[in-house]
């Protein structure tokens, strides 16, 4: 063998191997996870051109050789739920959670939600653009390569567009792939109070444009007590579909209102949340293939004690990954790695139902199943070096940044300063 690659990782430990898949993975599959020891990978321009062994790769010529020093080696993680474009921050929120004054109670105060909303709507794009690409870098520099954004902070034309404009402008400049979801039903603003349905209306008018101007692929809503119904819900997703997009919803998410079985019924593509989704509801996600999409970073941050139904969920066959839901109010973290502990902490996941949960099912939740979420040959060379000795170490060792050097199609777009030395007994 006489090759040549750009760069050649070698000396890897672990090699997380994921196929491209038509499917996400279900039930007993998200068991299965392959990987290589001893391994070695190539790549040229922006895909993988080789996998195979460290004796292999002395064939292989490089002038850019990183030696990976026994440590794991993965595709890029997907993060698929995220609310990054968003003005302002919501500390002086805090308080008042210690106070135990619930998260739906500050929203209907006209906090919470709503307060992003007057931030987001005062503060121009050019800062809307800068604020988000700083929680990208982060999200980035923690092993994510691919992002799911949300609107939903504007719930009027003008700002709606504004917080799409910047995620489109974003996807176009910034290393990180950025799939775009429109939330404009994220909360009823203080002037559609009394009438819901008529701001649904001028929500789903804007679909045209949206579709016109490629500013989003899914369009998203939030069910719940106070905020819309499922029979509202249910409209609002079926005119979407209508309209061309594929769905998505916030469902059950604090009280139990009906919005997992919703999901199934509208064949929505994927169903958040899910902390209080009934048995019927998860087997209707299985019936209709909708993926539940796992916040446990949120659970944790309002500080309740019940977590959605991870196991449940995998044994009756649904698809389940897991996200940030990176947001400034209910989960205020960039920082996916924490997101996988308290999936093995709180969900009950395997180490290896969550990096399925983390790549290929994440991928799958956001329509990016061609180009991310697996490591394979002639695959997109979105790779993350770790420090870390294998793949179960991550989610056990929590609260850090276990990321040493990312690389996004075919490029290091991130590199620690300083690379930790892996020591035997970590
Ligand atoms: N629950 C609704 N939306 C976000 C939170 C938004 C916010 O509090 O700003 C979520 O997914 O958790
Ligand atoms: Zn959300």
Not at 204 to 214: D, S, Y
Not at 217 to 246: H, N, P, W
Not at 257 to 274: D, F, M, P, Q
Not at 357 to 364: E, S
Request: glycine share 8%.
């Amino acid at each position: 063998m006489n090759k040549t690659v750009d760069i050649l990782l070698t000396n890897i430990g672990q090699l997380l191997l994921m196929e491209k898949l038509d499917s996400p993975k279900k039930g007993n599959e998200m068991q299965q996870l392959s990987y290589l020891e001893n391994a070695a990978l190539g790549i040229t321009g922006n895909e993988i051109s080789f996998i195979g062994t460290i004796e292999e790769a002395k064939e292989i010529k490089t002038n850019y050789l990183i030696d990976c020093e026994g440590k794991i080696v993965s595709p890029g993680l997907v993060d698929p739920h995220t609310h990054v474009v968003f003005g302002g921050s919501r500390e002086h929120e805090l308080a008042l959670k210690q106070q135990g004054v619930p998260y739906l109670e500050i929203l209907k105060q006209g906090g919470g939600i709503l307060s992003t909303v007057r931030a987001t709507r005062e503060i121009s794009e050019e800062d809307l653009y800068k604020k988000a690409k700083f929680h990208l870098d982060r999200m980035l520099s923690y092993g994510i390569t691919t992002v799911e954004g949300k609107s939903g902070y504007g719930l009027d034309k003008e700002t709606e567009l504004k917080q799409l404009r910047v995620l489109k402008k974003l996807n176009q400049r910034h290393e990180m792939d950025i799939v775009s979801t429109f939330l404009g039903a994220h909360a009823i603003p203080a002037n559609y109070k009394e009438n819901p349905d008529a701001f649904l209306d001028e929500m789903l008018a804007m679909l045209p444009q949206i579709k016109e101007e490629n500013l989003a692929t899914y369009v998203d809503i939030f069910c719940e007590t106070g905020v819309f119904t499922v029979e509202q819900s249910k409209r609002f997703m079926l005119a979407a579909k209508d309209a061309g997009f594929d769905v998505k919803i916030h469902a059950d998410e604090i009280d139990s209102l009906g919005g997992t079985e919703l999901a199934g019924e509208v064949k929505a593509i994927s169903a958040e949340h899910l902390v209080g989704a009934s048995d019927r509801g998860i087997k209707a996600l299985a019936e209709a293939g909708t993926i539940a999409v796992l916040l446990p970073g949120t659970t944790f941050y309002l500080g309740k004690e019940k977590y959605a139904r991870a196991r449940t969920m995998i044994e009756e066959g649904v698809a389940v990954t897991i996200s940030t839901d990176f947001n400034p109010g209910s989960c205020v973290t960039e920082n996916i790695q924490m997101i996988m502990s308290l999936a093995a902490l709180k969900l009950k996941m395997t180490p290896e139902e969550i990096w399925n949960a983390v790549t290929i099912n994440a991928a799958h939740a956001i329509g990016k199943e061609d180009e991310a979420g697996y490591l394979a040959l002639g695959g997109n060379a979105d790779v993350v070096i770790w420090d870390a000795p294998n793949y179960k170490y991550i989610p056990y060792h929590y609260g850090v940044n276990h990321a040493n050097t990312v690389i996004k199609n075919g490029k290091v777009v991130f590199e620690r300063v300083k690379r930790v030395e892996q020591i035997s007994s970590p």
